[in-house]
């Protein structure tokens, strides 16, 4: 027990560690390039005394201090993160749980496939088609639709990312529940207390479930990489203000040092996200998830 | 419940399986509070015979004949049928019938589920069932997950949980197999307390053939899912019997208990020297152990599970590195070589086990075979498949397709691969350890003669780990008794069977002498 | 488990397989079938429906659909196949090959990939085009997908399993196990892993591609077209709606090829 938080915590300080590391490395990418490798060590051991400072640099768009410019983004992308995840596991849980049983699993597993085929990106389009067409929504694709009138408004503009990102989400879910339904339906234990006298709906209400819940939440991680990848998308599609919005216009100017510490955050937030997920599936069954 | 009649009278039951019969018309009766130890090898259609008696088949199976419930009439077997009695099972702790989470809370669930009772009440009912046994079990060592119980402990709880739910009829499944011949004395003798206590029918399905002439009582031979032969098993054990029967119970081991024979000093390099070696945690202050065993010898370290036998046999082949001591193999310490060096004189050593994880499950039966010859000699194809086919004959595996993987293979087909990759090694030093467990009494008999072959034409060394004085007696000349984490007694095997000293190795000894044997004339001692 | 299910999954494979074979032919060919050499414009008829002469109609310049829709096809594939290429190689080949390298090293190797793993492999992808140029999308998508790939396929082989300890014990070198992992486990699931490497990498270049990070211009694939009728996609839905349909046709061949329980055992 105390040894696997113990392994988790030195786990987590060594991913956070290496992604501030990576980001350091790119934050050191400046333009023009530094033409050779002692140059470019140079530019990383300059980045490193600065950040010693405090000062994590500037954006090299708008001039103002990254830290600023990212949390004056950041708030937008974890609210759309924080919906999106809740839609994902109202909508994943359920088709999980329904998919993660028996013979159902076997027969919905080609149709999960069809419908996880469908790339992010056109999936929100089809979205943006559909609630335009049939529910005559104002949509912005084509330029940024500023500021909204009305609250009703601003709601119907911030649904359709939400429900983007809550998709893949919800993709990720029941994958990660069906993958913890595989790991249990050889289990012994099936067989044996129904033997002894216990019903199936027993089994698996007390037994099974447990441990594919703690499957999914130990695939927290995996469900976070999903998410962040999904709101870069949804953010560019959508064009809603946020940081995964920021983080492709600064890979596209160049900015590097944004993009280093936007990066950061995003690991973290995985990394975070896995550690947390980790622990819990372990708290909840006492059994190491493999 | 009627008085009168049969608890139970099954009449041409079969059970057949994608076209394949798994049970064919098997009929008998079982009187209330009688004792029925069904005999079979894996495959006989033991476990067939359970699933429809405790009404847990599967849904492809197809079941045909009827069974009359204590003098009702008789109803159509079936996958939908219930049976008109109380029915509790006891499986093997080894199979792992238990979530993981509190034993405590699963047990008291399947009696108040069974007893149709409320969780308080279920659970006195076990805490009461676990004080008749003996072993001195509480609830409280139950209340925690299966894999931190040893299975002695585990197989009482599950014990008393089938007591606490008074059952007319108790069926187990090859319930005590592997536990260890303590371990299984014990239980069988609980369990037959039990039956004489609470009075239930029992049906015990067993691969072994301990339980039968342990419990006594009607014996049932399966073979193939027909019924071979009935009778008491005195009878049976006679020389009186279908030839079958006859094999099966020649095939167990007897210790032989005759005043030893004096023997020759083995001669020959030391093999093995084991000097001041410190093993097992609580014993690493006192005097190490210290002994050497000669190219050729053979050595048995016989103890119960966790009695410090593995834990001193994975030190002298270098699975741990050794705390404190010193092991030289061949005159080499193998700790200090680098790990090619290591691997070169390791070459040398082979393992047979009763673990079946111990072969790459991916493997094909060749590739196993090939691979110690292909890693260390430079030998032409030709060359490496004379040798695979010569130790692969020697095993009774040579009629198998090579190219089937290892994980498709029985359990006695993987241990005899195991025997076949030993050989083609030309091996100095064999490690047995419990390479006989979880067989049937068949498979058991024809490993050891492949083994006791093995040793008579390769000569190499012997260290078998085992706790089992027949499979040590069969197997090695010399032994060393263990008992919690030490060394107790150590002597010839011959010496030790006929004038054992310490208590523990008096209970190994008795653990595995079947009383009721001394009655067949193949057991006499000689 | 009914057992007929099996027969289903190999049904499915062997779809998605000949689904993929086929589009890969379309794929060679897409010179020769498109009406139209990728990017020619044909002035006045921008925007015109689905039409005999142009059956999935035209776009804002007055391409033909189906001209570019089969070009970007057979550009998206090409991206992906590299992209698979060095998936496989730098995630699941390279991480197979570390489990069983030296502890410390093998250590250090599944830190590093566990670490860019915390990236999405998708902005790790942009990363990597945005500092290399538009040329190494392929290595990019690649070198994305890698991290998972590796971590997956290190954290396959069993370093501590029973079989490994006795082998080592009996004397197997290492070298030994690793050409065990590599014959055993590679062969059997090379063709689920090129599979199911190629959906992963086709999702990432495509939406790179959306995003303004994709082929090297003037080249067009999927991804890039989909981008450009974004702008009037509600007007001219058939300028998005068939180069999408032919992306999730090739994602959904690759899915099916590496099997149904993709994904399910880790």
Redesign the interface.
């Known amino acids: 027990m105390k040894r696997f938080l113990a392994r988790q915590v030195a ?1 987590l300080m ?2 956070l560690f ?2 501030a590391l ?1 980001a350091v490395a ?1 934050s050191a ?1 400046t333009e023009p390039r530094p033409r050779s490798l002692p140059a470019y060590l140079l530019a990383v051991l300059d980045r490193l005394t600065h950040l010693s400072h405090g000062d994590l640099g500037h954006s090299a768009i708008s001039g103002l201090p990254v830290v600023a410019e990212l949390f004056q983004h950041l708030p937008p992308t974890l609210l759309l993160l924080a919906a999106g995840a809740a839609v994902a596991l109202a909508a994943g849980l359920p088709i999980g749980i329904l998919f993660a049983f ?2 159902l699993r ?1 027969a919905a ?2 149709i999960m ?2 419908v ?7 999936a929100g ?2 979205l943006a ?1 559909g609630a ?2 049939i529910l005559h929504w104002p ?1 912005g ?2 330029s940024r639709t500023g500021l909204a009138a009305s609250p009703e408004e601003a709601l119907r503009l911030a649904a359709l990312p939400i429900a983007t990102v809550g998709l893949a989400g919800a993709a990720a879910v029941q ?1 990660a529940l ?2 913890a339904a ?1 790991r249990t339906a050889a ?3 099936r ?9 199936s709906v ?2 698996e209400a ?3 479930l ?2 594919i819940f703690a499957g999914l939440i130990a695939s927290a ?1 995996e469900i976070a ?2 998410l ?2 999904a709101a ?2 949804a953010e ?2 959508f064009h809603r203000d946020g940081a995964a919005d920021l ?2 216009k600064s ?2 100017l ?1 900015d590097w040092n944004m ?1 280093a510490v936007i ?1 950061f955050a ?2 973290a937030l ?2 975070v996200a ?1 550690f947390l997920g980790r622990v819990l599936g372990f708290l909840l ?3 190491q998830m ?1 | 419940m009627t008085e009168s009649g049969p608890l139970l009278e099954l009449a041409g039951v079969s059970l057949m399986r994608g076209g394949e019969t798994i049970l064919d018309r098997v009929s008998f009766r079982l009187a209330a509070g009688e004792k029925l130890v069904v005999l079979g090898e894996a495959g006989a259609g033991k476990d067939a015979l359970l699933r429809i008696l ?1 009404g ?1 088949t599967a849904h492809n199976d197809t079941i045909s004949g009827t069974i009359r419930y204590a003098g009702g009439p008789p109803v159509a077997a079936s996958s939908r049928h219930r049976a008109a009695l109380r029915v ?2 006891l ?1 093997n702790p080894l ?7 509190s034993v405590l809370k ?1 047990l008291t ?2 009696v108040a ?2 007893l149709r009772a409320p969780f308080g009440s279920a659970r006195e009912d076990l805490r009461l069932a676990l004080e008749q046994l003996p072993g001195g079990v509480t609830l409280a060592m139950l209340d925690t ?1 299966p894999e931190n119980l040893d299975p002695l402990t585990q197989a009482l709880g599950l014990l008393a ?1 089938a007591c606490a ?1 008074t059952p007319d009829l108790l069926l187990a ?1 090859t319930a005590v197999a592997d536990l260890g011949p303590r371990a299984v004395k014990l239980l069988l003798e609980a369990l037959d307390a039990a039956q004489k206590r609470l009075g239930f029918a029992l049906i015990f399905a067993t691969g072994g053939l301990q339980p039968a002439a342990r419990l006594g009582g009607r014996v049932l031979v399966l073979r193939g899912g027909r019924v071979v032969e009935e009778g008491s098993a005195e009878r049976l054990m006679s020389g009186h019997a279908h030839a079958y029967t006859r094999r099966l119970f020649e095939a167990l081991p007897k210790l032989k208990t005759g005043v030893p024979k004096p023997r020759g000093a083995v001669r020959g390099q030391p093999l093995l020297q084991v000097h001041n070696l410190a093993f097992g945690g609580e014993s690493a202050g006192r005097d190490g152990l210290t002994f050497e065993l000669r190219r050729g010898a053979s050595l048995a370290l016989v103890g119960e599970p966790g009695s410090g036998r593995e834990a001193l046999m994975r030190l002298v082949v270098g699975f741990e590195p050794a705390p404190k001591g010193c092991i030289l193999f061949d005159a080499v310490d193998l700790n200090v070589l680098s790990p090619v060096m290591a691997a070169r004189i390791r070459r040398r050593i082979a393992f047979i086990t009763g673990r079946d994880d111990t072969l790459d499950p991916r493997m094909t039966l060749y590739d196993t075979v090939d691979e110690p010859l292909r890693a260390h000699l430079n030998l032409s194809s030709e060359l490496v498949a004379g040798y695979r086919d010569t130790a692969l004959k020697r095993v009774g595996l040579a009629s198998h397709d090579g190219k089937r993987r290892v994980a498709t293979l029985s359990a006695f087909d993987k241990r005899r691969l195991q025997v076949a990759r030993a050989i083609v090694g030309a091996p100095l030093l064999v490690v047995i350890d419990e390479a006989l467990s979880g067989l049937d009494a068949h498979a058991q008999a024809i490993l050891r003669e492949v083994l006791v072959d093995f040793r008579t034409n390769q000569d190499p060394t012997f260290l078998v780990v085992t706790s089992d004085f027949t499979i040590a007696q069969a197997l090695a000349e010399d032994a060393m008794v263990f008992e919690a984490g030490k060394l107790v007694e150590r002597g010839s095997i011959a010496h030790l069977v006929h004038a054992p000293k310490h208590d523990a190795t008096k209970a190994l000894i008795e653990a595995v002498t079947l009383p009721s044997l001394d009655l067949s004339p193949g057991s006499a001692s000689d | ?2 057992r007929n ?1 099996p027969v ?2 190999n049904v ?1 494979r062997g779809v998605g397989w000949f689904g993929l074979a086929l589009l890969l032919i379309t794929m060679f060919l897409s010179d020769f079938l498109a009406h139209a050499p990728a990017g020619a414009e044909f002035p006045g008829i921008e925007l015109s429906a689905p039409s005999e002469v142009h059956p999935f109609g035209t776009d804002m310049l007055g391409r033909d659909v189906l001209s570019e829709t089969l070009h970007g096809l057979a550009e998206t594939g090409r991206l992906a196949m590299w992209a698979a290429f060095f998936a496989i190689v730098l995630g699941g080949l390279f991480g197979a090959v570390a489990a069983r390298l030296p502890r410390p090293l093998a250590l250090a190797l599944r ?2 990939f ?3 793993g ?6 790790l992808a ?2 990597i ?3 290399t140029g538009h040329f190494f999308v392929a290595v990019a998508a690649g070198i994305g997908a890698a991290p998972l790939g590796f971590v997956r396929a290190f ?1 396959r082989v069993d370093l501590h399993s029973p079989h490994a300890d006795y082998a080592i014990a009996t004397g197997i070198p290492g070298l030994s196990l690793l050409q065990r992992d590599l014959t055993y486990d590679f062969r059997h699931v090379l063709g689920a892993v090129v599979a199911r490497a190629l ?1 992963a990498v086709t ?1 990432i270049v ?2 790179a591609s ?4 994709g082929a090297e211009p003037p080249a067009r694939d999927l ?1 890039l077209i ?1 981008a450009a009728a ?5 007007t001219a ?1 058939w300028t ?1 709606i068939f180069p ?1 349909l032919a ?2 046709l090739f ?2 061949c690759a ?2 090829a590496a099997g ?7």
């Open positions: 786990q060594v991913g290496g992604a990576f790119l990418v028996g013979s076997r597993a080609p496939q069809i996880t085929a469908t790339p992010v990106f056109c389009l089809a088609f335009s067409e949509v694709l084509a994958l069906r993958r595989t289990a012994s234990f067989g044996g207390l129904k033997r002894l006298g216990l019903s027993e089994i007390f037994y099974v447990p441990q991680g990489l999903a962040v990848s870069v998308v560019w599609v983080f492709v890979v596209a160049a993009t990066l995003v690991a995985t990394i896995s069954v006492r059994e493999p | 405790g847990f509790a099972y499986p199979s792992r019938p238990l979530a993981p989470g699963q669930r399947v589920r069974k997950t949980c739910q499944h | 488990m009914s299910t289903l999954g499915l830190g590093l566990g670490i860019l915390a990236i999405p492999p998708l902005l942009i990363v085009v945005g500092l954290d959906a999702i495509s939406t959306f995003l303004g990070f991804g989909i974004k702008i009037n996609h509600f839905w998005a999408g992306l999730i994602i959904l899915r099916l149904l329980e993709e994904g399910e055992s880790a």
